[in-house]
T-cell receptor, first 113, second 116 residues
Framework: EDQVTQSPEALRLQEGESSSLNCSYT??????LFWYRQDPGKGPEFLFT???AGEEKEKERLKATLTKKESFLHITAPKPEDSATYLC??????????????FGAGTRLFVKA | EAGVAQSPRYKIIEKRQSVAFWCNPI?????LYWYQQILGQGPKLLIQ????????DSQLPKDRFSAERLKGVDSTLKIQPAKLEDSAVYLC??????????????FGPGTRLTVL
C-alpha cells in the first residue's frame, strides 16, 4: 500500500537551532516529491519539488533532499516566523492509469525566540 | 496573479443536510484537485480533474459526495447527506499549464465544514 510517513509529529526549537524533518515513503512509480508549508487557517503553500534521488533544492533557510526511500527538510538557524506545519506529498502512478497525490500527516514546527 | 478562490469559507450544517462548495482555480490551470483535511491530518485527495475529465476519484465516497467541473474552469463539490465524520476543511488546488501531472499544486484557503 502506498504510504507517506513524516517524523517527528512535532518539533520545538530555539531560534537559531538547526534541525531536520523526515519524510519516508513507500510508493510505486514515484513521479515527484513535494514539500509544502501550512499556516493555521490557510491552505498549504508550495515550497519544493524533487524528482530524483540525489536532488537538492534550497530556499532561504530551508534545504530539501531526496533519496530512494525518504526526503529531508533541513532548517538552518530557524526564526520564529518559520513556525508552521510542514507537509510532504508524493505523486505516484495510480491503478487507474493516471497519477495520485498522497500527503503525509505533517510535522508541526514551533520556533521560540 | 490571482490565487485559487473558494467559497464559502465556513459552513455549519446539521447531519443529513446537504452542502456545496465552490472553487475557481488559477486561470489557465488544467488540473483541479479537491482534498479533505481532518484536523491534525494531512490533506486526503478526493478527486482530481484534468480539464473536464476525472483523472482519479478512488477515494471519493460516491454514495454521498459528488463533484463536477464545468467547462474545465470552476468546480463544485457536494455532500448529500452529510455525516458527522465529514467535519473537516475542504481544500481546492490547481496545477500548472500543460497538464503535467506532477506539477506543484496551488491551494485555496479552504472551506471549514462543521456537521452537528
Amino acid at each position: 500500500e502506498d504510504q507517506v510517513t513524516q517524523s517527528p509529529e512535532a518539533l520545538r526549537l530555539q531560534e537559531g537551532e538547526s534541525s531536520s524533518l523526515n519524510c519516508s515513503y513507500t510508493v510505486s512509480g514515484l513521479r515527484g516529491l513535494f514539500w509544502y508549508r501550512q499556516d493555521p487557517g490557510k491552505g498549504p503553500e508550495f515550497l519544493f519539488t524533487l524528482y530524483s534521488a540525489g536532488e537538492e533544492k534550497e530556499k532561504e533557510r530551508l534545504k530539501a533532499t531526496l533519496t530512494k526511500k525518504e526526503s529531508f527538510l533541513h532548517i538552518t538557524a530557524p526564526k520564529p516566523e518559520d513556525s508552521a506545519t510542514y507537509l510532504c506529498a508524493v505523486q505516484a502512478r495510480s491503478r487507474l492509469g493516471g497519477f495520485k497525490t498522497i500527503f503525509g500527516a505533517g510535522t508541526r514546527l514551533f520556533v521560540k525566540a | 496573479e490571482a490565487g485559487v478562490a473558494q467559497s464559502p469559507r465556513y459552513k455549519i450544517i446539521e447531519k443529513r443536510q446537504s452542502v456545496a462548495f465552490w472553487c475557481n482555480p488559477i486561470s489557465g490551470h488544467a488540473t483541479l484537485y479537491w482534498y479533505q483535511q481532518i484536523l491534525g491530518q494531512g490533506p486526503k485527495l478526493l478527486i482530481q480533474f484534468q480539464n473536464n475529465g476525472v483523472v482519479d476519484d478512488s477515494q471519493l465516497p460516491k454514495d454521498r459526495f459528488s463533484a463536477e467541473r464545468l467547462k474545465g474552469v470552476d468546480s463544485t463539490l457536494k455532500i448529500q447527506p452529510a455525516k458527522l465524520e465529514d467535519s473537516a476543511v475542504y481544500l481546492c488546488a490547481s496545477g500548472g499549464p500543460g497538464g503535467r501531472p506532477y506539477n506543484e499544486q496551488f491551494f485555496g484557503p479552504g472551506t471549514r465544514l462543521t456537521v452537528l
